[in-house]
């Protein structure tokens, strides 16, 4: 990877993964695009930045080839609940935008990762240990959208002979950017509301469990990949990766560790609620440890000491 073209790189993963990509391969070495530009941002102001809007192919194709794109990272899409929401705006959105950046990588040459998630399995796909290969039936706009991405990218790779790669994200948890419109985002409100008022209101019910992952070893699941010897990749898209599972009452209770009185209630959100009783209980990652090395360093109570040294650090 010598010139990393990223989409969404203001989002979630996008704002951490430009900055540590441009750590180790050089400031001018990752383009980031995003649909705007905040001035003030880091990624903004530390290296390349366009104002790119996916769902315009030929301009990704422009910008792709005028910044000599080697490498492209596809991360804008909309999460889960947005999507449930406005169902045809997300098939717009992700579909048509991985398309296009799919399509620019095949017309350039480029190497091409793009995340799926656990929102790529449903309800009729085993809920513990979920396989690697299983039963991906999703009952979600973005599900239908994940396993249409993975099959699409393996299609690329398979037809084109287009190096893709990809992993299935859990809820991805972080103190910079903060997430929106996802089902896992509590697991990141939390940690704010316990810092601002000792007190939160859940809108997963207790007893919910769902695989997460603390940002930094998201973001190294994604080099280490794109690094990855293609000769020992069986899979390609996607790895099940992960690092922890837990339900609301967990979380919380690693919180009173740090904050005696952290108070938690809740009130339900049903929509956001049917979406992660459809989602798998903690899912395996073996193949993506054997195939590729992948190794999380954070559990639930290392993450969250980080997570409040941090937050606090940032003055919340
Ligand atoms: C969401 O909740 O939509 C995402 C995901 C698990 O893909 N965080």
Redesign the pocket.
Known sequence: MKKIFVTGALGQIGSELVMKMRDVYGNNNVVATDIRRVEDHEVVQSGPFEILDVTDGKKMHELAQKHKADTIIHLAAL???TAEKNPMLAWNINMGGLVNALETARSLDCKFFTPS???AFGPSTPKDNTPQDTIQRPTTM?GVNKVSGELLCDYYFHKFGLDTRGVR????ISYVTP?GG????YAVDIYYEALKSGKYTSYIAKGTYMDMMYMPDALNAIIKLMEADPSKLKHRNAFNITAMSFEPEQIAAEIRKHIKDFKMDYDVDPVRQAIAESWPNSIDSTAAVEEWGFKAEYDLAKMTEDMLIKLKEKGI
């Open positions: 999460l889960s609940a998630s656990i929102g973005y994200f859990p809820g991805l997430p996802g089902t896992t985002d």
